[in-house]
């Protein structure tokens, strides 16, 4: 008789149940594995560089001062399009730590105002 959906006879073991989706899941990592061995490759040649505004953020995280965030909206006439081999070439040694990239409340704020 079916019932709920499902056919058979008498009520399932969950372990069993468990314990045939995980086969099932294996085996189909394994089948993926194989398909990934042969992988494609992408390569990039330039890189678009665009501004978006800082607005009001909502970050749980920020415990003094506002919360930044970045706005959906930009210019696409102040958009800049370089070679992506010059861009890196240009900013070789100048990446910043976490640190150097946080601010301070007083800075977000004025951020916001400007």
Same mark, same amino acid.
């Given at each position: ?6 056919? =058979? ?83 070789? =040694? ?6 150097? @990239? ?8 004025? @951020?916001?105002?400007?």
């Amino acid at each position: 008789a079916e019932r709920g959906g499902r056919r =058979g006879g008498g009520d399932r073991d969950p372990a069993k149940m468990m314990t045939t989706t995980t086969t099932a899941t294996a085996a189909a990592a394994g089948s993926n594995l194989q398909r990934h061995r042969h992988r494609r490759r992408v390569s990039f040649s330039e890189l678009e560089i665009r501004s978006y505004p800082v607005i009001l953020g909502d970050h749980p995280h920020c415990a003094s001062g506002p919360p930044l965030s970045l706005g959906w909206e930009y210019d696409p006439n102040a958009t800049v399009t370089i070679d992506l081999d010059e861009y890196e070439n240009e900013r070789a =040694g100048t990446r910043r730590s976490r640190g150097d @990239m946080r601010l301070e409340a007083t800075v977000r704020r004025e @951020m916001l105002k400007g």
